[in-house]
């Protein structure tokens, strides 16, 4: 069982930047492939960002050129960068990590962009 914890959700001003991380509880780098999700109220989880235990990156549409997913397998830890935020980013954030057998998610952090 792989736990996922998110950090760094909070309230920010359109245009601000975040930074979130989601902590793994095990070894994550040569098994799992990372994603972040987002559910907005109302509305359905809708994929953000992934990243192949290769390290080959994939975005949604609505956020190409402003966040960005990377992953440090020593910590064993994935992380989104969000820069220029509108307030239509704002949700609930989860983290996902997926194997040929297993599929895991986070708790989800709160990310609320108004000003």
């Known amino acids: 069982q792989v736990h996922l914890v998110e950090s760094g959700g909070g309230l920010v001003q359109p245009g601000g930047s975040l930074r979130l991380s989601c902590a793994a509880s095990?070894?994550?780098?040569?098994?799992?492939?990372m994603g972040w999700y987002r559910q907005a109220p109302g509305n359905q989880r809708e994929p953000v960002a992934f990243?192949?235990?290769?390290?080959?990156?994939n975005y949604a549409d609505s956020v190409k050129g402003r966040f960005s997913i990377s992953r440090d397998n020593a910590k064993n830890t994935v992380y989104l960068q969000m820069n220029s935020l509108k307030p239509e980013d704002t949700a609930v954030y989860y983290c996902?990590?997926?194997?040929?057998?297993?599929?895991?998610w986070g708790q989800g952090t709160q990310v609320t962009v108004s000003s």
């Open positions: 996902n990590a997926v194997s040929v057998t297993h599929n895991y």
């Open positions: 095990e070894i994550i780098s040569s098994s799992y492939h």
């Open positions: 990243i192949t235990s290769g390290g080959i990156t």
